[in-house]
């Protein structure tokens, strides 16, 4: 069955302070991994896709990397608009277009 | 650009009563269209998907089902709301052949 895990579940830092989000999944036959940024009481924005162990992308203070089993998010001076919830998805081989998600990492910026 | 709308934007339903939530997407044609579900403490699930007009697929057996009458819009109905069906429902679309998926605004769902 295919699992996507996300670590911490919550995370709180002071303005500037750089850390990383983990995302551990567990799929058969990978076609994507997503992350996605999701605000209180509003639908997931899409950030970035990566497709093969050892792809890097980045928007503005976050970057994302993928090995074969897991993803990070790293987060590079952070501000207090930062805070959200930070959702990673995998898009599993075979023929249905779904995506698996993982439960979250909420994040909160303290200024 | 792309756009893709939900409504209505809250609802609040009895038990045992109907639900028909509406999708549309804007600036695309035959586009993928999803169904997801966020339940407090859980990731978003997937409940239905499609390909095109009157082709839809069911991920999780349950008593809700999806309709496609027309290329950019999805409807998700219910005869009868259980307790169990409030959460955040999301509808989200992707272009024929692309991986990633864009979300709509949602759909906040408490049944009573």
């Known amino acids: 069955e295919d699992q996507v895990t996300q670590s911490p579940e919550a995370l709180r830092l002071q303005e500037g302070e750089s850390s990383s989000l983990n995302c551990s999944y567990t799929v058969s036959g990978l076609r994507g991994l997503f992350w996605y940024r999701q605000d209180p009481g509003k639908g997931p924005e899409f950030l970035f896709t990566l497709y093969s162990a050892g792809e890097e992308k980045e928007k503005e203070r976050l970057k994302a990397t993928l090995t074969k089993k897991e993803s990070f998010l790293h987060i590079t001076a952070p501000k207090p608009e930062d805070s959200a919830t930070y959702l990673c998805?995998?898009?599993?081989?075979?023929?249905?277009?779904?995506?698996?998600f993982g439960k979250g990492t909420h994040l909160i910026i303290q200024p | 650009s792309q756009t893709i709308h939900q409504w209505p934007a809250t609802l609040v339903q009895p038990v045992g009563s109907p639900l028909s939530l509406e999708c549309t997407v804007e600036g695309t044609s035959n586009p993928n269209l999803y169904w997801y579900r966020q339940a407090a403490g859980r990731g978003l699930q997937l409940l239905f998907y499609?390909?095109?007009?009157?082709?839809i697929s069911s991920e999780v057996p349950q008593n809700l089902s999806a309709s496609r009458p027309q290329d950019r819009q999805f409807i998700l109905s219910s005869k009868k709301l259980l307790l169990s069906d409030s959460g955040f429902y999301l509808c989200?679309?992707?272009?024929?052949?692309?991986?990633?998926?864009?979300f709509g605004p949602g759909t906040r769902l408490t049944v009573t």
């Open positions: 499609s390909v095109g007009i009157g082709q």
């Open positions: 998805a995998v898009r599993p081989g075979g023929g249905a277009d779904g995506l698996t």
């Open positions: 989200a679309w992707s272009p024929t052949g692309g991986a990633e998926q864009y």
